[in-house]
């Protein structure tokens, strides 16, 4: 880990997070996915929008955009298409993504945009206050609901698929291993990848739902994470409350900027 430390992490720790935030977790399982892959820091580029999970690029050693609210994929988009040899990565949370950044995030999915998006979910907005985000659970409590949610959650999977993205993959905080090897996957594939990490937010979100400390949190990743493998031979008793991790999807189709080039190269070759 130190070794990592040194090559892909800013002196600026140490970080803000709150203690027992999975953030951290997740931040390194990023890093330690580039390192795997062994991506050139100068080819790759890493963009975040506001929220807990989007301080995250303030400390990673790339070339880094700290953008605006819920903006982070636009931003990512116009690296990607002026440097379409980049490595770009998005890191969100689950309000950035799917509340005030939902009309970006499933108009990326649809062109199948080359980027990585690694959504931070924690189920809230950690930052501001406690509110709940568009993946607050069913009758989960909040600062804004403090009777509960009476909003269905997102299904952050089924919104990206039938937006069209052509790879999505599930993992938690408690499966730090996985969570690496499914965000290379990621970065690996062409096409709009979504890397769901299930963190904790002690703090903001477990105090209000009585889930416990952050140990606990974590234990209830693991007895509710399945892989998607085994949950396919579970019947509906064992499935209650479960919900699957790995890769859930991965397909094919044009890639944006592959097909943008080719626009360009046409215009071009027109002569108008």
């Not at 996985?178 to 937010?201: M, N, Q, Y």
Request: proline share 5%; charged share 15%; net charge positive.
């Amino acid at each position: 880990m130190e070794k990592l430390l040194k090559k892909y992490f800013r002196p600026k720790l140490p970080h803000i997070w709150c203690p027992g935030c999975g953030n951290g977790i997740v931040t390194a399982c990023v890093a330690r996915a580039i390192d795997k892959l062994q991506l050139d820091q100068d080819q790759t580029a890493i963009i975040s929008g506001i929220g807990c999970s989007s301080r995250a690029s303030g400390y990673l050693n790339f070339d880094t955009l700290h953008t605006a609210h819920g903006r982070a994929i636009p931003f990512a988009t116009g690296v990607k298409l002026t440097k379409p040899d980049h490595n770009v990565i998005v890191l969100t949370g689950d309000g950035d993504a799917s509340a005030i950044g939902g009309n970006h995030f499933i108009h990326a999915a649809r062109r199948n945009i080359n980027l990585t998006v690694v959504v931070y979910n924690n189920n809230i907005y950690g930052m501001t206050g406690g509110q709940y985000s568009p993946l607050t659970p069913h009758m989960g409590m909040a600062t804004t609901a403090p009777y509960g949610n009476v909003d269905r959650p997102f299904d952050l999977y089924e919104l990206a698929k039938g937006a069209g993205a052509t790879f999505i993959a599930r993992a938690t905080t408690y499966h730090a291993t996985l969570l690496t090897d499914l965000i290379a996957k990621a970065i690996s594939h062409k096409g709009f990848a979504l890397v769901e990490a299930i963190t904790a937010c002690p703090i903001s979100f477990g105090r209000q739902n009585k889930m416990g400390g952050p140990a606990k949190m974590m234990r209830w990743q693991q007895e509710h994470a399945v892989m998607v493998e085994a949950m396919a031979k579970m019947n509906e008793t064992q499935l209650e409350g479960k919900f699957p991790i790995g890769v859930l999807y991965q397909g094919e189709g044009p890639e944006y900027v592959t097909e943008y080039q080719k626009v360009i190269q046409r215009a071009m070759g027109s002569g108008k």
